[in-house]
Structure formats: structure tokens, C-alpha cells
T-cell receptor, first 114, second 112 residues
Framework: EADIYQTPRYLVIGTGKKITLECSQTMGHDKMYWYQQDPGMELHLIHYSYGVNSTEKGDLSSESTVSRIRTEHFPLTLESARPSHTSQYLC?????????????FGPGTRLTVL | DAKTTQPTSMDCAEGRAANLPCNHSTISGNEYVYWYRQIHSQGPQYIIHGLKNNETNEMASLIITEDRKSSTLILPHATLRDTAVYYCIAMFSETSYDKVIFGPGTSLSVIP
């Protein structure tokens, strides 16, 4: 069973607030990812990381930022939340490999910005 | 990475086999086919993957055509808990970066 955790699971917050969504994994995976998914819609990659001190932007432009100071931790930050940021945010991790390795997903954080 | 196409939705009677097709006509020789599913509001869950041989695990079977241009995920005895969106992905990572494109997937409804 995958050991990847996200907190909070649900967050309702007012416009302009700074928020940090937490993601941690205990599998020692070097690769970590953040996806954004609106209800009933596709997943979109917004950030990824190869390892400590490595972060890259994904396909979908996002005003969020990420950091990777520790292997197990990949937090996502919104400096000033807006209603357009309302969505579900999913974190995932995977191992290194010669080919694509399966991604393990966390339960997600459902964010609502009022 | 190869683009995949899947039907938007499918129904399956409970207890029957669910056969979910996926077309990946532009797949290259070193690209694997992966299947994930996402149950409502949860994170996607890995199901199975394969290169050219048929594969089976405790969750499902994966049948890949000889020309590798299409595949079928088989859930042998579908239950109500198998109701989910199923994603077919074809890709290969030669570098450290593997960008996964999930696409819209197939919404499977298992009917009592």
C-alpha cells in the first residue's frame, strides 16, 4: 500500500490568503508531482520534482509554487488565493527507473476559495 | 509519447466482465501501456502495465494486440466498487522526466 499523505483533505479559505498544501511520502521516492483536477475534468500536471532542490513547472500554468528541501516532502504554496484556484490538488510520487514507473497518488486536497 | 483514445463512457452489469478498449496507433516500440483508475474524488490508482505480452494481476488483465496499436483492460468480474474513470496511458521515459498525460479516460459504470 502506498504511503503518500496530503493535508489538509479539505480547505475553505477567503480570497487573498496564503496557503500551503502539504504532501509527504515515506517510500523514499525521488520523483514527486502535483496535479490539478477540476470536478469531472482531466488531471493536469502543474509541478514536478526529480529530487531535492529540483522543481519544474508542468503543462498547466499555475500561480502556485513548490519546494523540495527534503526527499519526502513536496509542499505547494499559493501566496494569494483566488476563487479561480478552487480545485482538487493531487500529489504523487514515483521511483527512478529505466522506464516510466507507476505513480502513487495521495488522497488529494479539495480547495475552495471564497 | 503516444496519444491514446478511449470511449467516453461504458456500462457493465455487475458480475460480468468489463472490457475497456484503448487505441494507441502511434505507439513506438519502447513505449509501455499503463492503466490507472480514479474512483470518485480519490487519487488515481495504478492497475497494470505491459509492453507487448498480455499481463494479468490480482486486479485485471491487459491484452495488447500483436501490432501494439490497441489494448483492452479486462476486469473479469466487475463489482459496484469498480465504478470509476479508467485511464490508458502509453509512454516511455528515457530521461529523468516522465510527464504523464492522463486524458479524459473512460467512465465505467457497473450496474446492479
Amino acid at each position: 500500500e502506498a504511503d503518500i499523505y496530503q493535508t489538509p483533505r479539505y480547505l475553505v479559505i477567503g480570497t487573498g490568503k496564503k496557503i500551503t498544501l502539504e504532501c509527504s511520502q515515506t517510500m523514499g521516492h525521488d520523483k514527486m508531482y502535483w496535479y490539478q483536477q477540476d470536478p469531472g475534468m482531466e488531471l493536469h500536471l502543474i509541478h514536478y520534482s526529480y529530487g531535492v532542490n529540483s522543481t519544474e513547472k508542468g503543462d498547466l500554468s499555475s500561480e502556485s509554487t513548490v519546494s523540495r528541501i527534503r526527499t519526502e516532502h513536496f509542499p505547494l504554496t499559493l501566496e494569494s488565493a483566488r476563487p479561480s484556484h478552487t480545485s482538487q490538488y493531487l500529489c504523487a510520487s514515483s521511483e527512478w527507473g529505466d522506464y516510466y514507473n507507476e505513480q502513487f497518488f495521495g488522497p488529494g486536497t479539495r480547495l475552495t476559495v471564497l | 509519447d503516444a496519444k491514446t483514445t478511449q470511449p467516453t463512457s461504458m456500462d457493465c452489469a455487475e458480475g460480468r466482465a468489463a472490457n475497456l478498449p484503448c487505441n494507441h496507433s502511434t505507439i513506438s516500440g519502447n513505449e509501455y501501456v499503463y492503466w490507472y483508475r480514479q474512483i470518485h474524488s480519490q487519487g488515481p490508482q495504478y492497475i497494470i502495465h505491459g509492453l507487448k505480452n498480455n499481463e494479468t494481476n490480482e486486479m485485471a488483465s491487459l491484452i495488447i494486440t500483436e501490432d501494439r496499436k490497441s489494448s483492452t483492460l479486462i476486469l473479469p468480474h466487475a463489482t459496484l466498487r469498480d465504478t470509476a474513470v479508467y485511464y490508458c496511458i502509453a509512454m516511455f521515459s528515457e530521461t529523468s522526466y516522465d510527464k504523464v498525460i492522463f486524458g479524459p479516460g473512460t467512465s465505467l459504470s457497473v450496474i446492479p
